[in-house]
């Protein structure tokens, strides 16, 4: 199993950024995934979770509404746009899974993670 | 939203001895039809992504030692580094995963080598 995430960087207030996590070892397409992210020096805060046909998505309260989950089964890939950024959003970005039996929604896989800079 | 409560914040322990990692829930995470806890604990390193230990509030991850262990129900629960080794000093986390999200996540406890 590996997950690679790419597409961090720096931006400036207000600007967007699109995330993507590359997923390979396993059949994506049968799996639930989710971002993660974790402020510097800070812990871990649930961002979004996406279903394996994208029937159902969910978003931490927090985000007000300006991300958005999907995916791209044939491609195996999960992404993450970013609109509106703000200082706040300023962390490392997991993309991790779940595995696939029904109500077990922790994560037995994650990536690397990519920084997300967010500074004027 | 489920509110989880990890105590303490940190802890420093002997190598060799016991480390204890206590963590609350404002919720039950039982789930009365199927009997299980929906809790996960995790423990992360300097520089790495988080690790899968224990799901389920007491079933250890494939290739996990066996001196990592989860146990409690209901609200409370607790993950014991039975005999602490050099290689366990990390952050740990708890996360909750009852219901539908937002799933949510313990603030994270640190443990040294006293």
């Known amino acids: 199993v590996q997950l690679v995430e790419s597409g961090g960087g720096l931006v400036k207030p207000g600007g967007s950024l699109r995330l993507s996590c590359a997923a390979s070892g396993f059949t994506f397409s049968t799996y639930s995934m989710n971002w993660v992210r974790q402020a510097p020096g800070k812990g871990l805060e649930w961002v979004s979770s996406?279903?394996?046909?994208?029937?159902?998505?969910y978003y931490a309260d927090s985000l007000k509404g300006r991300f958005t989950i999907s995916r791209d089964n044939v491609k195996n890939s999960l992404y993450l746009q970013m609109d509106t950024l703000s200082a706040e959003d300023t962390a490392v970005y997991y993309c991790?899974?779940?595995?696939?039996?029904?109500?077990?929604?922790?994560?037995?896989?994650w990536g690397r993670g990519t920084l997300v800079t967010v500074s004027s | 939203d489920i509110v989880m409560t990890q105590s303490p914040d940190s802890l420093a322990v002997s190598l060799g001895e016991r480390a204890t990692i206590n963590c609350k829930s404002s919720?039950?995470?039982?789930?009365?039809?199927?009997?299980?806890?929906?809790l996960a604990w995790y423990q992360q390193k300097p520089r790495q992504p988080p690790k899968l230990l224990i799901y389920?509030?007491?079933t250890r991850e494939s290739g996990v030692p066996d001196r990592f262990s989860g146990s409690g129900s209901g609200t409370d629960f607790t993950l014991t580094i039975s005999s602490l080794q050099a290689e366990d000093v990390a952050v740990y986390y708890c996360q909750q995963y009852y219901g539908t999200p937002p799933w949510t996540f313990g603030q994270g406890t640190k443990v040294e080598i006293k």
């Open positions: 919720q039950s995470l039982l789930y009365s039809s199927d009997n299980k806890n929906n």
């Open positions: 389920w509030a007491s």
């Open positions: 991790a899974r779940e595995p696939p039996n029904w109500g077990s929604h922790y994560f037995d896989s």
């Open positions: 996406i279903s394996p046909s994208s029937s159902y998505i």
